[in-house]
C-alpha cells in the first residue's frame, strides 16, 4: 500500500505574485466583512474547538489591551479566506450573538461583571438600566453578562479595539493555493489532526464526504448527550474524533467500492482485508483514495452513497443508544469512582475500542435478521457489558492502530453475537457475584462496602447479589441494576429502594 503520508506537507510550490502586509482591523470591521460574506472561513478549517472559559479569557484579554496574535487572511477573487485565527474570530462573533451556531449549541457567551465593573466603569458598565440594578441589588441575576445587556458606550468601545492581521495577498487564484498556505501558517501552530489533514488534502475533490462525517459527528454528540442525561458536556464529546470514528465505520461496511456498484447489496462487515501489520490509519487513507477516484467526477453517485452511509450509520446508532443507554461507546467499569461493586460507565470518555465492538454486534444482528432480538432480549445489554468487562485486556489493551487489532474487535463483536442468537449464558449468578468481587478489588485494592450497613465485604462468601431498584419499584434484574450487599442485609433491607443515594457514584 502506497504512504500517502509525505503528501500532508506544505508543497514546494514556488507562489508568485505574493504580498504580505500588516494592517489591523477594528472589531466592528471583521463582524461587518463576515456578516456582508467578505470574510470566509474555508471549509478546510477544522470547526470551533475552543471551550468556554477559553473564549472567556481571550474576551478579557482583549478588552484589558493585552496583545492579540495576528489573523491571517488571504485576499482572493475579492474576498478574505482566514488561514490562521478562526478560533478568535468566531469567539468575538460569540460574544457578540453573530454565531448562530454557536449560540445554538453553547448560549450566550458571557463575561464576569466585577472585572469588568473594575476595569471599565468610565465605558458605562454600570450605567445599566434600571431593571438590572433592581436585579444585581437583590441577587436575582447571573453573576455573568452577555454582550446584550451592556450600554451603548461599551458596545461602541469594544467594536473600536484593533486587532493585527497579516494580509495576503496573491496575483493568483488556484484553488491549490489556499490549501498550500494554510498548511504552511499552520505547521508552526497547533497540530493538526489526521482527519483535519485529510480534509484540506481530499476536500477539494470529496468535500460532501467530509462534511456527512462532520454532520454524522455531530450527530452522534447529541444523540451521547441526550442519553449520558448531560453526565458528559457536549464540549468534552466535541473533543474526541468521532468523525473519524465514522470513517473506520464506513471501511467496515463498505470496504473499497469500484463503479458502477457505488452502493454495497451485500456488505459484509470486515469484508476489506490488510495486511495484520498495516497500520489503520494507512488503511484509512487508502479508501479516502478509493473514494476520491471513484466520486471526485461523479457527484450524483456520491450523494447516493452518502445516503446510504447515513441512513446504516443512524440507524445502528438509535439500536445502541435504545438499548445500552449511556454505556453508549463508553468503557464499562467497578469501583473506578464508587465504593460499592456496581458497573457504571467509565468518566467522561468514549472509547472508539468500544464504538468498533458495539456497532459490530449491532450491525451483525441487523444484517442477519435477528433486529427482535435487540428490541425484545432483556439479556442483550448483560452479554455486550459483561463480555467489555471479561474481555478487558482483548477489548482495551491493544490499541487500534493496526489493522489486526480492528480485526480483534470483531472476532469478539461476532462471539457476543452468537452467545445473543443462540441465548446461551454461562453467567450463573455465583459467577456474577465473583466478577465484580474481583473486579472491584482489582480496580480499588480494597474490598466492596454493603450499600445496606456501609461496611466492607470481607469475602465473596457472605455476600449476594442485590437489586438497586428492587423489582417491586419498577427495577429489573439488568446488568446495571444489581450491586453486592452482605447476604444478611440483603434478606432483611432488599425491598428498599436505594437507587437515590447509590446512584450518585
Known amino acids: 500500500m502506497e504512504d500517502y503520508e509525505g503528501k500532508f506537507s506544505p508543497s514546494e510550490l514556488k507562489l508568485k505574485g505574493i504580498h504580505t502586509s500588516t494592517t489591523f482591523w477594528t472589531v466592528g470591521m471583521i463582524v461587518q466583512q463576515y456578516k456582508n460574506g467578505h470574510l470566509v472561513i474555508p471549509k478546510i478549517q477544522r470547526g470551533y474547538v475552543w471551550n468556554e472559559e ?28 482566514v488561514v490562521d485565527g478562526q478560533q478568535r474570530i468566531r469567539t468575538i462573533l460569540w460574544f457578540l450573538g453573530e454565531d448562530n451556531e454557536l449560540l445554538e449549541k453553547l448560549g450566550p457567551l458571557r463575561v464576569p461583571i466585577k472585572e469588568l465593573a473594575e476595569n471599565y466603569n468610565e465605558y ?36 473600536s479595539l484593533s486587532i493585527p492581521v497579516q494580509h495576503i495577498s496573491i496575483s493568483s487564484g488556484k484553488e491549490y493555493i489556499l490549501t498550500d498556505i494554510f498548511l504552511r501558517i499552520n505547521q508552526g501552530s497547533v497540530k493538526l489532526s489526521a482527519m483535519e489533514l485529510w480534509r484540506v488534502y481530499y476536500g477539494k475533490d470529496i468535500e460532501e464526504y467530509f462534511h ?27 473533543r474526541f474524533r468521532i468523525d473519524e470514528f465514522i470513517l473506520t465505520f464506513d471501511v467496515l461496511i463498505n470496504g473499497l467500492i469500484t463503479p458502477p456498484n457505488y452502493i ?49 450509520y443512524k440507524e445502528i446508532l438509535k439500536m445502541i443508544t435504545y438499548v445500552l443507554g449511556e454505556f453508549t461507546f463508553r468503557r464499562p467499569t467497578i469501583g473506578n469512582e464508587c465504593q460499592y461493586a456496581l458497573i457504571r460507565p467509565s468518566g467522561n470518555d468514549i472509547n472508539e475500542a468500544v464504538f468498533l465492538y458495539e456497532v459490530a454486534i449491532f450491525k451483525l444482528l441487523k444484517d442477519n435478521g435477528h433486529s427482535e432480538l ?15 468487562l471479561i474481555e478487558n485486556d482483548e477489548l482495551f489493551s491493544r490499541s487500534t492502530s493496526t489493522f489486526r487489532s480492528v480485526a480483534n474487535k470483531l472476532e469478539l463483536a461476532k ?69 453486592l450487599a452482605h447476604s444478611t442485609c440483603n434478606r432483611r433491607f432488599g425491598v428498599r429502594d436505594i437507587s437515590q443515594y447509590i446512584n450518585r457514584c
Open 374 to 388: 435487540i428490541y425484545e432480549n432483556k439479556d442483550f445489554i448483560k452479554h455486550v457489558i459483561l463480555t467489555s
Open 415 to 483: 462471539l457476543t453475537y452468537k452467545k445473543i442468537i443462540t441465548k446461551e449464558d454461562n453467567i450463573t449468578k455465583d459467577n456474577l457475584k465473583r466478577l465484580l468481587y474481583e473486579k472491584f478489588r482489582a480496580s480499588r485494592v480494597s474490598n466492596p462496602v454493603c450499600p445496606y450497613c456501609k461496611e466492607p465485604i470481607s469475602d465473596i462468601s457472605v455476600a449476594d447479589l442485590a437489586h438497586i431498584r428492587p423489582l417491586a419499584f419498577g427495577g429489573q434484574t439488568y446488568i446495571h441494576n444489581l450491586t
Open 264 to 312: 454495497p447489496k451485500d456488505a459484509k462487515l470486515g469484508a476489506v482485508i490488510f495486511s495484520q501489520k498495516t497500520t489503520l490509519k494507512k488503511v484509512k487513507i487508502f479508501v479516502l483514495e478509493n473514494r476520491r477516484k471513484v466520486f471526485k467526477n461523479n457527484k450524483g453517485e456520491l450523494k447516493k452513497f452518502l445516503d446510504y452511509l447515513e441512513r446504516e
Open 54 to 81: 477559553k473564549a472567556r479569557r481571550f474576551i478579557m484579554s482583549l478588552l484589558q489591551g493585552f496583545p492579540i496574535p495576528p489573523i491571517f487572511i488571504i485576499e482572493l477573487s475579492g474576498k478574505f479566506y
Open 124 to 159: 458605562g458598565v454600570t450605567n445599566l438600566s434600571e431593571a438590572i440594578i433592581k436585579k444585581i441589588i437583590f441577587g436575582n441575576h447571573p453573576k455573568e453578562f452577555n454582550y446584550k445587556y451592556f450600554t451603548k458606550d461599551f458596545r461602541q468601545y469594544f467594536e
Open 212 to 238: 456527512k462525517l462532520n454532520e454524522l459527528a455531530r450527530y452522534t454528540v447529541a444523540k451521547i448527550y441526550e442519553v449520558s442525561n448531560g453526565k458528559i458536556s457536549r464540549q468534552k464529546l466535541e
